[in-house]
């Protein structure tokens, strides 16, 4: 290499260290030849630029990272947040707006979320879901929260990915201290705080899918508090609860027209160590939590579309609309789940009148839905329309196309078996009896129901009715069920409704 | 006027206008489109508003051209972005050669024949069975892209320490490519943690949150290594015929479909280590293959990611054009399918028709403009562009990420390592132990 070569014809024009001193081949920016391993000079500039790359990117990287961790994030309000904000990192500050839910697979969960100028869903992965419970931040319904989150703004959705549960700082809503016999129906979906003596905890059988139950005696009456296995173990010295003093935060909900209460955390029970005395004071969080409330107009995500579907009766869906994007709004028929680890969507059978329609989304659909379809509701719903072993069917793409238009109506109440006739046949009624032995229908199970008064078949047909309701049940049971009135061969039956429709009682 | 000659004229004005774009060094076509995103919601809901009906074939046609088109500055001017990486070798030579018009038109036709694949082959097969694909491989996605990022590492061959006595010199000499391509990938991978979850940039412009990082990665550091080395381009020549047959057409879409399929359908694998994964399964050693392999797999990589969002069933967001496009629009049902089909092919025919005018037209350019100057336009045109949209701040991110982008250029690694800034925490995030590290990094 004390010797320059020639350059080969075509790259006399080079400088002299662009081509090879021993080849004379182009070699460009490298210093040794890739052809002949010749070490290659480059002039002064092109070395120091190395060195100062390198310190570029360290003392560069470092700085942007200083920059990173001492930046606030700003607050930003939904309603003002703008498509160019697409994975920004923001704050949020405002209302849970319904409890964290979590998913089907257990790898997260999710809550939707207010600030008065819009809302949003808010995803949680696993690791912050498991952190979140043991340190008792599961969102619940009116809590009031502040967070940082990263956006995801589309044309038709928006949602938020929880960044971090150290900056998760969450006030509990107000939950009133109420008397157990002042529970009543109408504090349905609120949060009450409950006190008194646990007369009885009954542990539910191995296998089954029974709640474990809580009877709880105050001066005024007494109530039965519902927890499962996850709460259960959550509670702070569990063995001590019979006979034990203690003040819990409870969710109120009906269970067939009946008051239910539900402990959403074990965190929320606290084993007191005399006698609860009555205190209804709030904290000024708290007071400020309560004034907070309003509601907000929901966000308008139409943009980019003229205007939204068109909205057409279940009766104008053939298969020549496939393809067709439209609207439609009808009474949900029934819900069926997917399968565990099955590859099936989400079925809804939406009917109006004589005419009826299947819905299908996926997993990823559903867990943006706000109000989960249930039988018996009003649902609006936006699709395509695809075709199904030749029947039209609607394909949902966006959770935010699933709207209740209204609640499904409550269960009847209970009436006894004879007094059920021919003329019922298409009605809904709600029965509470014993099951006899189970009978194998093929597509279905049925099992004679016995009350005080007389007998009719129950029949629950295994598409309609999940497995988790069916598996259960078993000969000598106490079940409320709840069904529509049909005949077969001349006998009345009972067919049971779709979803959770029977209860075991006893 | 009809829907038909909204759509005609709209991915026609947005095909020739991207055509003439995509000439100049450094612009890229997704940051364009972020800025006319910008301006089409900053209408929205005036009198002025643009209906998904124009702005929809416009940008159609403009990834289009300039997945065609982009080869020009690529390799008549050295900027390249990172899925032409490999076209710029092969490519050079072709330029000191005198041939650097032949280079071009051999990757457009490449792009023409990456056309024909999405269009007679993809789009009729997609919907059928991408859906399917999808449900199957959407829970393995985290393992694909670990094995990737090992192959990409460990398939960088050592290129010194094979002459001189044995030592830890000769040790060093051997080694020191690949240490600077892992430094390289995990300071990359550093800066996307940083920016994928605390980025400075301003919120108000979040989408174009990875901007600078990229131009700062790839444009800036090529740039700028043309105006240091100061290479002179010799006069070029044009021809009317190209040095391909056949049986080249056919084992190029063979490579390039290949590597162009996973890049488009895997999340964060870019063109070029779809590319680079293809080359190695293919084995394709000629290099008219190679170059127009690269055509191919280019075109599919930009253009089919782009056609997912649109897939019936399937609605997959690839690629930046796709994530910007679906802050305007959410396709739905066939319609919107034989729409963007329609769009690809019309868009892809005048690209092709533009290009060679084109490249000749580049040509006399550099032919009497010095190289230098032309790398000094391209880099302030880019600076320009990234103090724009994202201030001083993402100038600052620009300024560390060509540090970083440096790295590879400077000591001979590949430059595919700086992909490390979506690789590795990406793949990190979906394994479920990204927060983890962005807890170690205080930046949760």
């Not at chain 1, 029934?334 to 939406?350: E, M, N, Y």
């Not at chain 1, 329609?357 to 559903?366: A, E, F, Q």
């Amino acid at each position: 290499m004390t010797e320059n070569k020639q350059a080969l014809p075509g790259h006399e024009t080079q400088s002299s260290e662009m081509n090879c001193p021993s080849c004379g081949r182009f070699v460009g920016a490298v210093t040794k030849c890739p052809y002949c391993g010749a070490k290659v000079e480059k002039r002064m500039s092109l070395t120091a630029t190395r060195w100062a790359a390198v310190l570029l990117a360290t003392i560069g990287l470092f700085l942007l990272w200083l920059m990173a961790v001492k930046r606030d994030v700003p607050v930003v309000k939904l309603g003002d947040i703008q498509p160019t904000m697409n994975f920004a990192q923001i704050r949020l500050e405002g209302e849970v707006k319904t409890d964290a839910r979590p998913f089907r697979t257990g790898m997260g969960m999710s809550f939707h979320f207010t600030d008065g100028t819009g809302a949003v869903i808010v995803f949680i992965t696993k690791k912050q879901m498991d952190e979140m419970i043991e340190n008792n931040l599961t969102p619940k319904a009116g809590d009031q929260v502040s967070f940082i989150g990263s956006l995801n703004v589309s044309d038709d959705q928006m949602s938020m990915r929880l960044l971090s549960v150290k900056e998760f700082h969450l006030t509990r809503a107000v939950a009133e201290s109420v008397q157990l016999a002042d529970i009543t129906k109408k504090l349905k979906g609120s949060a009450i705080t409950i006190a008194g003596t646990v007369t009885k905890l009954e542990v539910p059988p191995e296998e089954s899918k029974r709640p474990y139950a809580l009877q709880l005696k105050d001066a005024s009456g007494e109530q039965v508090v519902n927890f499962w296995q996850a709460e259960y173990e959550q509670i702070e010295n569990p063995d001590a609860l019979p006979g034990a003093n203690v003040r819990l935060r409870v969710n109120v909900g009906t269970y067939r027209d009946k008051v239910q209460l539900t402990l959403g955390s074990g965190l929320d029970l606290e084993i007191l160590d005399g006698p609860p005395a009555t205190d209804d004071s709030r904290t000024p969080a708290q007071q400020a939590a309560e004034t907070y409330r309003k509601k907000a107009p929901p966000r308008d995500f139409s943009r980019g579309r003229a205007a939204t579907a068109e909205a057409i009766p279940l009766s104008d869906i053939t298969a020549d609309k496939k393809g067709h994007t439209v609207r439609v709004q009808a009474r949900v028929a029934s819900v069926t789940p997917p399968q565990p680890d099955s590859k099936q969507p989400f079925a809804v059978l939406l009917r109006d009148g004589d005419t009826s329609l299947r819905v299908t989304y996926w997993s990823n659909v559903d867990e943006r839905i706000a109000d989960k379809p249930v039988p018996g509701a009003l649902f609006e719903m936006e699709g395509v329309v695809d075709v199904f072993r030749d029947r039209p069917q609607l394909t949902v793409e966006s959770g935010y196309k699933v709207r209740q238009v209204e609640a499904a109506p409550a269960a009847p109440e209970p009436v006894a078996i004879a007094s059920i006739s021919a003329a019922d046949k298409g009605q809904i009624r709600t029965i509470e009896g014993t099951l006899g032995a189970a009978r194998d229908l093929g597509k279905g199970t049925a099992y004679t129901l016995t009350d005080d008064s007389g007998a009719i078949d129950l029949i629950l047909w295994h598409s309609t009715v999940p497995a988790d309701v069916r598996t259960p049940l078993a000969e000598g049971q106490t079940v409320a069920a709840t069904g529509t009135i049909g005949e077969y061969d001349g006998q009345l039956q009972l067919k049971a409704n779709a979803g959770p429709s029977v209860y075991i009682l006893r | 006027m009809s829907e038909f000659w909204i759509v005609l004229l709209s991915v026609s004005a947005g095909t020739v206008l991207m055509s003439v774009l995509s000439c100049l060094p450094g612009l890229h076509v997704y940051n364009l489109m972020g800025a006319l995103v910008l301006g089409i919601l900053a209408l929205d809901g005036t009198s002025f508003a643009i209906p998904a009906m124009v702005y929809l074939p416009a940008f159609t046609g403009m990834i289009v051209s300039w997945a065609i088109l982009n080869t020009i500055p690529a390799v008549l001017l050295g900027t390249p972005d990172e899925s032409a990486l490999f076209t710029v070798m092969p490519g050079q030579k072709y330029l000191m050669a005198g041939r650097g018009f032949e280079g071009t038109m051999i990757t457009a036709v490449g792009g023409l024949a990456g056309a024909f694949f999405i269009v007679c082959v993809m789009a009729p097969l997609a919907p059928r069975y991408l859906p399917v694909a999808q449900q199957v491989l959407k829970g393995h996605m985290h393992w694909v892209l670990w094995i990737i990022i090992t192959f990409m590492l460990m398939s960088e061959w050592p290129k010194g320490g094979n002459r001189g006595p044995a030592g830890w010199a000769k040790f060093f000499d051997a080694w020191k490519t690949l240490i600077a391509g892992v430094i390289t990938f995990l300071l990359a991978g550093l800066l996307g943690f940083i920016i994928l979850t605390r980025s400075p940039v301003s919120h108000v412009v979040a989408f174009q949150n990875i901007m600078p990082a990229f131009v700062g990665l790839f444009a800036i550091p090529w740039c700028l290594l043309n105006i240091i080395s100061a290479a002179s381009v010799p006069p070029q020549h044009t021809t009317t015929s190209l040095g391909i047959n056949g049986d080249v057409v056919l084992r190029s879409v063979w490579s390039g479909a290949l590597g162009g399929g996973i890049a488009a359908y895997f999340p964060i694998v870019t063109g070029g280590v779809g590319g680079m994964l293809a080359g190695h399964a293919t084995a394709q050693r000629d290099e008219r293959i190679f170059i127009m392999g690269q055509g191919v797999s280019k075109f599919i990589y930009y253009v089919g990611a782009f056609m997912l969002m649109f897939v019936p069933g399937l609605h997959l967001t690839r690629g930046g054009g796709a994530w910007m496009t679906k802050t305007l629009f959410t396709p739905l049902g066939w319609a919107d399918y034989y729409l963007v089909i329609g769009c690809i092919a019309i868009a892809a025919a005048i690209s092709y028709l533009m290009m060679e005018p084109l490249a000749k037209v580049t040509l006399k350019f550099i032919n009497r403009f010095n190289y230098r100057h032309v790398s000094s336009v391209a880099l302030a045109i880019i600076l320009l562009m990234v103090l724009g949209v994202t201030g001083w701040v993402g100038m600052f991110i620009a300024t560390v990420a060509t540090g970083i982008g440096l790295l590879p250029v400077l000591f001979g690694s590949r430059r595919l390592n700086c992909l490390g800034i979506l690789l590795l925490p990406i793949a990190c995030n979906m394994s479920g132990f990204g927060e983890t590290i962005t807890g170690w990094l205080g930046l949760t």
